[in-house]
């Protein structure tokens, strides 16, 4: 009884129908790891890039607050569109537009100060 069990365990091993099935089942699994993956590394590009935006939106609009008459405001917006943090240089990067507003009627000081962004991000393709 023994011997009958010991050798039915031992055939099952070298050369039986369920020998490499894991491997199988691991390429079956592997794309759909590899999707959530760079899913969710977009999603971490995607929030870096529109915290930086929010970030140098607050800043021109304090910084249009404190200098209303400075003509090169928006050159200096332009430029600080092209940070590294920003604009990365893989393909996730896109077109991203800050343009700020004001009604300078007769005095200096703003009495509207409109910010608007616009951002538009592409996702990463597999």
Do not use: C
Not at 43 to 60: D, F, K, P, V
Not at 92 to 114: D, V, Y
């Amino acid at each position: 009884m023994i011997k009958k069990f010991l050798t039915r365990k031992h055939k099952d091993k070298p050369g039986s129908a369920t020998s490499g099935s894991a491997a199988v089942e691991f390429a079956m699994v592997l794309p759909v790891l590899m999707a959530l993956v760079a899913g969710a590394l977009n999603y971490g590009l995607m929030g870096l890039q529109m915290s930086t935006l929010i970030s140098a939106a607050r800043g021109g609009a304090e910084y249009a607050k404190s200098n209303p008459t400075d003509s090169s405001l928006q050159t200096n917006a332009g430029r600080s569109l092209h940070s590294p943090q920003v604009r990365p240089r893989h393909s996730s990067a896109a077109a991203l537009i800050a343009t700020l507003f004001w009604r300078a009627a007769r005095n200096p000081a703003p009495p509207a100060l409109r910010i608007r962004i616009r951002a538009q991000l592409r996702r990463i393709r597999a």
